[in-house]
């Protein structure tokens, strides 16, 4: 199984900064994506990470606001923009092989 | 696309009491199906998995049933622990796609 690394764990910002997150997997993966958790709610994807192209975004997720970088198969970033209180949420960092596996979140607090 | 159910949201047991959760699908032709496990500040963990071509699979306490006919699945936790406590999500992928997942099961057992 995948070890996925993300970092920071947790932080607090100011509305209207961004914020990089970043996720280092100790395997190279075909497939990484990221995720938003809103408190008690369930997993909604963001994007799916593509190495060496833009990443794929769903509906209602746009670069300008998330953009994802993938420079190669073991590593992306999620930015989050210009951000407001309602960004506050869990950010997921996950790979895909056979079995999807989950980085240990970044809770993110926008003030 | 896939839609994931999941029910309940909230299940509360005594100690040593089974628990079961279910989660019924759409897509005919998804294949593959996980259940996660979230602890408090943690990313989810992938904790059993089945594949169309069983109907059952075992991992010591845990238990994942799947009825493909009826289009449902069921995580079953025998002889629970306050550890098992936890948010418990399933999830649905046809092949190599990305999972749907349900909206997730707050498990609590009180010792």
């Given at each position: 199984s995948a070890v996925?690394?993300?970092?920071?764990?947790?932080?607090?910002?100011?509305?209207?900064?961004?914020?990089?997150?970043?996720?280092?997997?100790?395997?190279?993966?075909?497939m990484m994506f990221w995720y938003r958790q809103q408190p008690g709610q369930s997993l909604t994807l963001i994007a799916t990470a593509n190495q060496?192209?833009?990443?794929?975004?769903?509906?209602?997720?746009?670069?300008?606001?998330?953009?994802?970088?993938?420079?190669?198969?073991?590593?992306?970033?999620?930015?989050?923009?210009?951000?407001?209180?309602?960004?506050?949420?869990?950010?997921?960092?996950?790979?895909?092989?056979?079995?999807?596996?989950?980085?240990q979140g970044t809770r993110l607090t926008v003030v | 696309?896939?839609?994931?159910?999941?029910?309940?949201?909230t299940l509360s047991v005594q100690e040593g009491d089974?628990?079961?959760?279910?989660?019924?699908?759409?897509?005919s032709a998804s294949?593959?199906?996980?259940?996660?496990?979230?602890?408090?500040?943690?990313?989810?963990q992938l904790i059993i998995d089945i594949r169309s071509n069983v109907g059952e699979k075992k991992d010591q306490r845990i238990a994942v049933t799947?009825?493909?006919?009826?289009?449902?699945?069921?995580?079953?936790i025998t002889e629970t622990q306050p550890e098992d406590s936890a948010v418990y999500f399933c999830a649905a992928s046809r092949g190599s796609y990305i999972p749907t997942f349900g909206r997730g099961t707050s498990l609590i057992v009180h010792p």
């Open positions: 996925i690394s993300q970092k920071p764990s947790r932080d607090i910002c100011q509305r209207g900064t961004s914020l990089t997150i970043q996720c280092q997997v100790d395997s190279q993966v075909t060496g192209s833009e990443a794929t975004y769903e509906s209602g997720f746009v670069i300008d606001k998330f953009p994802i970088s993938r420079p190669n198969l073991t590593f992306s970033t999620l930015t989050v923009s210009n951000m407001s209180p309602e960004d506050s949420s869990i950010y997921l960092c996950s790979s895909r092989d056979t079995e999807a596996f989950f980085g | 696309g896939e839609n994931v159910e999941q029910h309940p949201s089974s628990a079961v959760i279910k989660c019924t699908y759409s897509d294949n593959y199906f996980p259940w996660y496990k979230q602890e408090l500040g943690k990313g989810p799947l009825n493909k006919t009826a289009k449902h699945f069921s995580l079953h």
